[in-house]
């Protein structure tokens, strides 16, 4: 693995070499686009070739602006492109998608897959067992694996990414930043297994369980200026973007769980029905405090740094809900 400092300075050397040549924009080389709204529903934004459903039902949820262009996963089955040549890559490639891990989600779980456990095995992409995102490409003798160094947390939209270069660069993105990186297979091998969201279906199932949407594919690294555009700016296929509302609710409630005052400076107030452990943690999935608490509690944050936690809250028969707040 590199350690973040030769990251930077590798991706520093990639977006100049990019920007040496001719300018590319964010739609180039963009040979899949799944909104999943209710406009195109599973059809790709790009070519308007049709997903099959396999295995389950797979229904429109809310996404992560409160609409309902999320597509659900139930761990039962998976949505599949086929074997469609696009998704064979020689010169590099991104797989970019918005995230929400449902709190059932148990093992290993698939967000795009061309992998059979077997001689079919090119690429994949997903969730391993301890919530980090996991990453394995196939070369001509030997495949090479990769993980987050970030834990994604349950119930909270995630934007995540790889981006794979020919000659071996491979990067993970979280939320639009450089999570980990490393040089692992120089070229990937090319096969006929067919390409799927949501799972692998063949061989080992890895079902992803939670919210996918606005799913990209790239036969192109994506530049680290570009993965930030996607994560702030851009929408998928060229929809209209809306963008999160820029006043903050002074009081969250998710569920049974209540938070505020909401931006905070000394102390938040937490308000539940049952008895739970509260556990406070950072965006990055860091435990920063944690206590039992009972119905309403004023937790002490003076000593956390200024920034957005999450506030998770488990009661006695495992249920969880989280809520996010700001730390001035």
Not at 76 to 95: C, F, H, P, Q, R
Not at 100 to 122: H, R, V
């Amino acid at each position: 693995m590199m350690d973040m400092k030769k990251l930077l300075l590798s991706l520093a050397a990639m977006a100049g070499f990019a920007t040496a040549g001719t300018a590319q924009t964010i739609t180039d080389s963009l040979k899949a686009c799944y909104a999943f709204s209710s406009a195109d529903s599973f059809k790709d934004g790009i070519s308007g070739n049709i997903l099959t459903s396999i295995n389950a039902v797979h229904t429109r949820t809310t996404d992560r602006f409160g609409g309902n262009n999320g597509i659900r996963f139930t761990a039962a089955g998976y949505l599949s492109a086929g074997n469609d040549t696009k998704y064979n890559v020689k010169e590099g490639m991104t797989i970019s998608a918005w995230i929400f891990i449902d709190t059932l989600m148990t093992g290993e779980g698939a967000i795009a897959s061309k992998w059979d456990n077997g001689s079919g095995d090119q690429y994949l992409f997903g969730l391993y067992s301890n919530n980090k995102l996991a990453l394995a490409l196939q070369g001509k003798t030997y495949e090479l694996t990769m993980l987050s160094k970030s834990t994604l947390l349950d119930t909270t939209w995630y934007h995540v990414a790889m981006t794979w270069t020919k000659g071996g660069m491979t990067v993970i993105y979280v939320n639009g930043n450089p999570d980990t990186a490393s040089t692992l297979i120089d070229s990937i091998v090319t096969t006929s297994t067919v390409f799927n969201i949501g799972g692998q279906g063949m061989g080992l199932l890895r079902y992803f369980r939670g919210t996918i949407d606005d799913f990209r594919f790239y036969n192109r690294a994506l530049s680290p200026t570009e993965m930030t555009t996607l994560y702030t700016k851009d929408s998928a296929c060229g929809l209209k973007y809306t963008p999160p509302p820029t006043t903050v609710k002074s009081i969250i409630t998710n569920g049974t769980l209540k938070v505020y005052p909401n931006p905070a400076t000394t102390s938040i107030t937490v308000q539940t029905a049952n008895d739970a452990t509260l556990q406070i943690l950072d965006m990055k999935g860091a435990l920063v405090k944690e206590q039992y608490m009972h119905n309403t509690t004023t937790i002490d944050i003076t000593r956390l740094q200024a920034g957005i936690y999450i506030a998770r809250l488990t009661d006695a028969d495992g249920n969880r809900s989280t809520a996010r707040f700001i730390k001035e």
